[in-house]
Nanobody, 121 residues
Framework: QVRLVESGGGLVQAGGSLRLSCTASGSLFNWPGIGWYRQAPSEQREWVARITTTDIPNYADTVKGRFTISSDNAKNTVYLEMNSLKPEDTAVYYC???????????????WGQGTQVSVSS
């Protein structure tokens, strides 16, 4: 399995922006998809955004229009640009490689350490 490393988190005020980065021990782009997820305190991990070889980027409704996922193959890095941040975006953010089974995208079982994003009101 691929070892993932997330970075770029921090503390920002509401309305601010952050750019998260995701890189890996192997090539991220050997996989058909890469996703960003987040987990808030006392909450389950939830999917945020996805970029794949077959579809346009996809976003959870809660972040659509504010977050943008992109990739740089030469740098083996996937980014999550987050704008107009809200306090409810506060969470640990994770990336993961994805495989598609039927019509559903699944992350690998191994997760990185994540990067903390905190948004103050």
């Amino acid at each position: 399995q691929v070892r993932l490393v997330e970075s770029g988190g921090g503390l920002v005020q509401a309305g601010g922006s952050l750019r998260l980065s995701c890189t890996a021990s192997g090539s991220l782009f050997n996989w058909p998809g890469i996703g960003w997820y987040r987990q808030a305190p006392s909450e389950q991990r939830e999917w945020v955004a996805r970029i794949t070889t077959t579809d346009i980027p996809n976003y959870a409704d809660t972040v659509k229009g504010r977050f943008t996922i992109s990739s740089d193959n030469a740098k083996n890095t996937v980014y999550l640009e987050m704008n107009s941040l809200k306090p409810e975006d506060t969470a640990v953010y994770y990336c993961n490689v994805l495989a598609r089974v039927g019509g559903t995208w699944y992350p690998q079982e191994r997760w990185g350490q994540g990067t903390q994003v905190s948004v103050s009101s």
